[in-house]
């Protein structure tokens, strides 16, 4: 089975300072079809997990430019250029090129 | 507007068994792969089940064994997860998630395992 790891599990950021968070899966994610099933999923305190990113690099309709992934083949970074305080919450990325795994997630705070 | 309303979430017994259901709205829930993900109290998501879109696929976690099935009724929008010899560790709130790439979720839905 895939396993993803993030990394750090923890991370305090001051607003307006730039944040990233590392997510390596045990194998390659790139699919068959040639694409790579790697998503990012922010959950905000008390709700429902929200998509952020898809295939990568890929932003959701409605996600602010400050949010942007990159990476290829087990490595990848979700990026938050400037941190607001709308950010906290916990971040997971998601593989689904091999069946689906999530990673632990990121605990974001603001300091 | 996509909607995914999860009901079903209760308190059950040790060995005991429970359907959940999803009720889609907002997109041609037919055309969509359907999935279970769950997330126990104060810990992480995990995927539990996927459905492709006839139904004709089904793929489950490994911790699964056996005791979930999946499944949906296109002519309904509505998506099922059957849970069967339900164990402690299966308490979670069960999240019904849209299309191969999760792209939205519903609310959840409760399940406790207790005697």
């Known amino acids: 089975d895939v396993v993803l790891t993030q990394s750090p599990l923890s991370l305090p950021v001051t607003v307006g300072q730039p944040a990233s968070i590392s997510c390596r899966s045990s194998?390659?994610?790139?699919?068959?079809?040639?694409?790579?099933?790697l998503n990012w999923f922010q959950q905000r305190p008390g709700q429902s997990p929200r998509r952020l990113i898809y295939k990568v690099s890929n932003r959701d309709s409605g996600v602010p430019d400050r949010f942007s992934g990159s990476g290829s083949g087990t490595d990848f970074t979700l990026k938050i250029s400037r941190v607001e305080p709308e950010d906290v919450g916990v971040y997971y990325c998601?593989?689904?090129?091999?069946?689906?795994?999530f990673g632990q997630g990121t605990k974001l705070e603001i300091k | 507007e996509v909607q995914l309303l999860e009901s079903g979430g209760k308190v059950v017994q040790p060995g005991g068994s429970l359907r959940l259901s999803c009720e889609a709205s907002?997109?041609?829930?037919?055309?969509?792969?359907m999935n279970w993900v769950r997330q126990a109290p104060g810990k992480g998501l995990e995927w539990v089940s996927t459905i492709t879109n006839t139904a004709k696929v089904t793929y489950y976690a490994d911790f699964v064994q056996g005791r979930f099935n999946i499944s949906r009724d296109n002519s309904k929008n509505t998506l099922f997860l059957h849970m069967s010899s339900l164990r402690a560790e299966d308490s979670a709130v069960y999240f019904c998630?849209?299309?191969?790439?999760?792209?939205?979720w519903g609310q959840g839905t409760p399940v406790i395992v207790s005697s």
């Open positions: 194998q390659s994610l790139v699919f068959t079809d040639g694409n790579t099933y």
């Open positions: 998601m593989q689904g090129s091999h069946k689906y795994t």
């Open positions: 907002g997109f041609p829930f037919r055309t969509y792969s």
């Open positions: 998630v849209k299309g191969a790439q999760f792209g939205n």
